[in-house]
């Protein structure tokens, strides 16, 4: 069976204490390879690389920097199919999608901070008479990029490429239920000539290397997507060590619809907001709230559209949805739609496994939609991170902000309306860190990503990631 490997100091190499675990293929639910459960050990190892290489980095000019990491990009484009193959089958997502969506998308990480960084500008503060102030930009160091397995290359490298366009040296982790493409990154980043010790991927469980990341001293900021739990741990592990944190976290997003909405395009889009990666993004709305005037006629229609929603092993090309990514997680998503049941609802549409011929362990579920559920109860407060999502009537403008706004959460919301005054009035007022109006999941690289309340702290995407690995300094000359 194969045995992937860390990727220290340019090379790839055995975890220290020879230790591993096992990973899975959600399509099948078998054993496909075995990746390092890498420890302290290891991630000492990747910052002496680190440290090693800051100072040949961090000197190089942007323009250098750059070019190596468009090289980087286009390495992957390079790949396209290998990349393609291996993200739809460690992470069970269909390969359209991987071949659409997240590795055209790792491409474009790269190649956005690569070049965002050659036309990135400090400020300067003039002071009338007296001096003037211009403010330096120094890359921090060694930092650590920690990522899920939601969307696994995708989130993976939309960290690293900001960190190291800034002049970072970065020791990497990601999700060990989706480590593949990652482990491909490596060979991508030596062919694209990335100096040895810049780049270090580490694989293994959080408990482990994860930890050790975020502990370990000379990493002097955590760039973490993944669970509000987890969040919850390393804030309070880094924060005495002073670390710059960005935490991009949980989310129970509101799908808002109006009844004076174009119908047609919010019924697809809807389709796609709830289910898309099979509703294992953390953009997903999970919880739709209709307008009572076209209460019936969407939940109908919504429901005749689910019910012929293909779920399919990953590589047919009809498969709409594919396996959700784990057993346990398969199972908590179950444990949810029963939940739900206790609480009063009533399951419209799905709500248990799919089994597909040849591949009966694998992890299919079938896309979930449930009414009759009060706003407060736990399945609309909890996330559920899967193909389930609620569905719940509104009478009024203020009733729909109220409920969308009731969670500890604060993601992203979309807004369906074709009510220019009301759309902007809404939008304002969502707890959501991004608001999609008309629309969903319509990515500008240069925009502000990230959210509010228990969804996360900080920003990421354009200036503001530059800005996150960057230490400001202000340097005064008096005229
Ligand atoms: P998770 O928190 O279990 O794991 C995320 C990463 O953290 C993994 O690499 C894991 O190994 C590591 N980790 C776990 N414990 C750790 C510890 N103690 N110290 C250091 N690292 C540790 O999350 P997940 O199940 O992989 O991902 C799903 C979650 O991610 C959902 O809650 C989802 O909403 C969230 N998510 C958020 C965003 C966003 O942009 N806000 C994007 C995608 C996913």
Redesign the pocket.
Known sequence: MERLQNFIDGAYCDPVKGQYIDNYEPASGKVYSQIPNSTEEDVELAVAAAEKAFPIWSSMSTTERSAIMVKLSEGIQARMDEFVQAESRDNGKPLSLAAHVDIPRAVSNFHFFATAIVHYASESHNMEGVGVNYTLRKPIGIVGC??????PLY?FSWKIAPALAAGNCVVA??????PYTSYLLGKVAKEAGMPDGVLNILH????F??????KHPKIKA?S????????E??AR?AAPMFKKLS?????KNPNIIFADCDFKEMLSTTLRSSFANQG????CGSRIFVERSIYDKFKEEFVKRVDGTVVAHPNNPEAKLGAV?SKP?MEKVLSYVKLAKEEGGTVLSGGERVIVEGYEDGYYLRPTVIEGLSYDCRTNQE?I?GPVVTITPFDTEEEALMMANSTKYG?SATLWTSNLKRAHRIANELDAGIVWINSWLVRDLRTP???MKA??VGR?GGWEALRFFTEPKNVFVKY
Request: proline share 4%.
């Open positions: 920690i990522s899920p397995w939601n969307l989130l982790k990601p999700s060990e239920i989706t293994g469980e959080g408990k290397a994860g930890d050790a990341i975020v955590i973490f997507t993944g669970g509000t739990a987890t969040g741990y390393i592990t935490l991009e976290l949980g989310g294992q993004i953390c953009l990514v997680h996330e991170f993601l990503f990230g959210g969804s996360g990421e």
